[in-house]
């Protein structure tokens, strides 16, 4: 290559996920906040790595960065977080991923478009990535090339959420139980929720209600203290399973998970309730197995019922929709990381089109200033306008034709001939000198 540009940094991605690692593991590399501060500022200061971003959520811890020795940056960072979480490098090494360059820039584009997550599809994914670009972004430990990166990132999330439907449709039990009751019911805010057992699916479809606008909860429980707990996560109330029948009127939506082995919810509980209710309709929804509600209660006027299999079918559907949208965004994903790498080739001949344009810049300048001598300041003006132009139209041609070798992998068959040319390196030498 005629004119040498200085080493270009990679990017790169080293992190363990949940389809890699343990939730033990996971738990254990996950960075709050100010751990992310200390770790970025560790990872940055020697100059092995150039500029990082660092994402860790229940799911995933990863670290996006710039080097340009990514084998090295990848030794240096698996050290360091391996002393700072108590954690073998060789645990991450095992049960992480290591990827660099168009692979790295695939996977972050996965991840925004939530192809990568969890429950395909999932939103949360895009804004928690966001966060964390903002936080590098506003402590510098982003530059040029990450910052161009992660914005093209976020126009490959925005276009999978525009141009397919992969985000759409429930596919968990906990939230198909929430876009049902909103079909039946319309608009969940200022509703009552009645919670009937204080575990994991219980509490998964309190937070989807509350996400959905639901601010009344009870939660009933056989024992007191689980109840308290979740009254206190979501501000409502906590009342014994004894005490249902005596407040069931109250509630809108009840969802019912407990472990119990027998029915939990009677057709007499119901009917009970509805005295109290003034002909507002009572939406239930049994995702316990074995059942918590008797079947019966799906005949009663002015009740709504569902049980877990009807969810299931819901769920089902919506999920292999999804994984045909998937096809849609994963060729989305592609075409956008194809963009970046051509951009990436192109930044090759940039010291070769900076350089021409400087030396024919310079001649144009000293033409204006011969001319211009001694003559009103409006001709300068003039000069200095065709001057620019003619400059733009002249270097249009070559300059076009140079980035497209560069974006093609040339850039040093374009150097040679830029110089070849308009004998660039002898400039470049000049100005060394």
Same mark, same amino acid.
């Given at each position: ?91 991450? =090494?095992?049960?992480?991923? #290591?990827?660099? *360059? ?5 996977? &972050?584009?996965?991840? @925004? +478009?939530?192809? $990568? ?111 308290? =707990?979740?009254?206190?996560? #979501?501000?409502? *109330? ?5 005490? &249902?029948?005596?407040? @069931? +009127?109250?509630? $809108? ?181």
């Amino acid at each position: 290559m005629i004119l040498n540009a200085p080493s270009q940094p990679q990017v790169f991605v080293l992190g363990a996920n949940h389809l890699t690692a343990s939730v033990s593991l996971r738990d254990r590399l996950l960075l709050d906040e100010k751990s992310i501060q200390e770790f970025a500022e560790t990872l940055l200061k020697d100059g092995v790595v150039k500029e990082l971003s660092i994402l860790s959520t229940c799911n995933r811890s990863e670290i996006y960065g710039m080097a340009e020795d990514p084998k090295a940056a990848r030794t240096h960072i698996e050290n360091a977080w391996a002393a700072r979480r108590n954690v073998s490098e060789d645990e991450i =090494r095992t049960h992480g991923y #290591f990827l660099s *360059e168009t692979e790295a820039i695939r996977h &972050l584009f996965r991840v @925004m +478009g939530s192809l $990568d997550s969890m429950v395909l599809g999932e939103m949360q994914i895009l804004g928690q990535v966001k966060d964390s670009y903002q936080l590098a972004s506003q402590n510098g430990w982003t530059d040029f090339y990450l910052n161009h990166i992660f914005q093209s990132g976020f126009h490959t999330g925005k276009r999978i959420h525009s141009e397919t439907t992969i985000h759409e449709g429930a596919v968990s039990i906990s939230y198909a139980a929430v876009e049902l009751a909103r079909k039946v019911l319309g608009d969940l805010r200022g509703r009552v929720v009645g919670v009937v057992g204080a575990g994991e699916m219980g509490e998964l479809a309190a937070q989807h209600l509350h996400k959905a606008g639901a601010r009344s909860f009870l939660f009933f429980n056989r024992s007191m203290g689980p109840a308290e =707990r979740m009254a206190a996560a #979501f501000g409502g *109330e906590s009342r014994l399973l004894s005490e &249902l029948q005596e407040h @069931m +009127g109250q509630c $809108d939506i009840v969802i019912s998970a407990t472990g119990a082995p027998d029915i939990v919810i009677t057709r007499e509980h119901v009917q009970g309730a509805l005295r109290h209710r003034h002909g507002r309709p009572l939406f239930l929804v049994d995702i316990a197995a074995p059942r918590d509600i008797d079947p019966l209660v799906g005949e009663i006027e002015n009740t709504f019922l569902f049980t877990i299999d009807d969810l299931k079918n819901a769920v089902s559907g919506n999920l292999e929709l999804r994984r045909q949208e998937a096809h849609k965004a994963e060729a989305i994903v592609e075409e956008e990381a194809a963009r970046i790498e051509s951009w990436s080739r192109a930044l090759g001949v940039v010291p070769v089109l900076r350089t021409l344009r400087e030396k024919y810049q310079a001649i144009t300048d000293r033409e204006i200033e011969k001319w211009a001598a001694g003559q009103p300041p409006e001709l300068r003006t003039h000069l200095e306008s065709l001057g620019r132009g003619l400059l733009n139209k002249f270097l249009h041609a070559p300059t076009t034709r140079l980035k497209q070798l560069g974006e093609q992998g040339d850039g040093s068959r374009a150097s040679y001939y830029a110089d070849l040319l308009f004998a660039l390196a002898r400039e470049e030498k000049q100005h060394g000198d």
